[in-house]
């Protein structure tokens, strides 16, 4: 999994956590008087985690109260977010410093809910996906989470590879991109239902959107 700092989204952080407080109106999903981690504390200085903090927490619940949940499958989903809670709060510990880290585990972590649950993709919100794209070259079909939220990106998953990607300003079309992941840069672009595509120092390939999956 690559998992490296990203530095536009890096100092697009850096941007949000140096305004000042009345800037900074957006409420996370928990009580910050009563945050317990590095990890919370940032969130809470921070609009663009709070607004990732709420859509999780908005997937969460929709996976969690859906028609489609058991009582095995949400003792499961308990026990998985109690494992990512805790995983984003030894962001501390990480090399790319906390907000970095803390963004690139919400994230993951609402890639995997829009992916294992249909409940959480049942009503409109800041995430979409995920969709399948075919690349030209590539025997592992490409699945594509985009998280709309104050600072927007895609989360891209293949074969046994991860990784997240800001939008960046193009010409057309929604563009993602980063020079800093581990093998070198990546790129998704895409225009329609077309995109190009390179993995982390890769070469560009042409997508499509896969109606079945």
Known sequence: MFVNANLFTAIALVVW??????????DPSFDCSKAQSSAEETI????ALASLDLELARLYKAASTG?????EALGILKATQRGWIKGRDGCWTSDLGVPLCTANEYAFRIFELRQGYADARAEEGASLGPFPY???????????VFVNTLEPMVVLSWADNT????????????????????GGPALFWTQGREAQFAAPGGDETSCQQDDIG
């Open 17 to 26: 956590l140096s305004l000042p407080d009345a800037a900074r109106a957006l």
């Open 44 to 47: 809470c200085g921070s609009d």
């Open 67 to 71: 028609p489609n949940m058991t009582p």
């Open 134 to 144: 075919r690349c030209e070259g590539m025997g592992a079909t490409i699945s594509a």
């Open 163 to 182: 990784v997240v990607l800001p939008r960046v300003e193009s010409g057309s079309g929604a563009k993602y991109a980063s020079d800093a992941w581990y």
